[in-house]
């Protein structure tokens, strides 16, 4: 068994949506439930991947799904793109979620006649874990730094953002922001229990090719 590394993964992973896009699939239809569509999808790769390498499937203790990579899968319909994901610390609309990001894009439709699903996948993107931070959250930090923004700067636009964080948590993360600056992320990152990601601007960075850090893996 060949090792999964990253590089074959991102290959494996445009080989698998080419061959499963399309195809009829019984178990889907009449499902308008995403997570199921996204068990299946994920099953099914885990399923390709393991009859060529040699990995780690991810597991609820991982909390992603290819620990050994650092990658965490999302599939999501093209309609509405976006997922969960579990809150770790407010510092990751700073810096990114810690693990880069698959995500598998489709368009659902269903077959009366066969009684089948067809998944139709658009996208299947690559996000490096810098990238991963959230877009207005880093991009506004990013102008602070290049107009010599001070600490005082930083703690007022991170109140504004309403980051969840208390007093000390502000301050001890605008150290951290002037002692090493974020990169730009491209995610869409809601505040709540879980972070709500939202995947349309990574779509049509992808496609526009305008940052190495953020793939369309099905045009490379």
Known sequence: MTKLTLTNFKIASALFIRQISGT???DLFGSTDGKAVGTYIEQAFNHY???????IPGNAASGID????????????IRQPQSSSPFRDASQKVYGLG??????????????ATQTARLNFRDVIFVAQEKTGD????????????????????VAYLEE??????????????????????QLGYLTISNALQWRLQYRRIIEIANSKTDIGVQNLLES
């Open 49 to 55: 991947l393991s009859a060529t390498y040699d990995y």
């Open 66 to 77: 290819f620990p050994d990579l650092n990658v965490d899968l999302k599939v999501t319909s």
């Open 99 to 112: 693990y880069h990001l698959l995500v598998f894009t489709y368009e659902k439709s269903d077959d009366s």
């Open 24 to 26: 009829p699939i019984p």
């Open 135 to 154: 877009y207005q959250t880093t991009y506004g930090l990013i102008g602070i730094l290049n107009r010599n923004g001070n600490k005082d700067d930083i």
């Open 161 to 182: 953002r309403n980051l969840p964080l208390d007093e000390i948590g502000r301050d001890l993360l605008a150290d951290r922001i002037l002692q090493n600056p974020p």
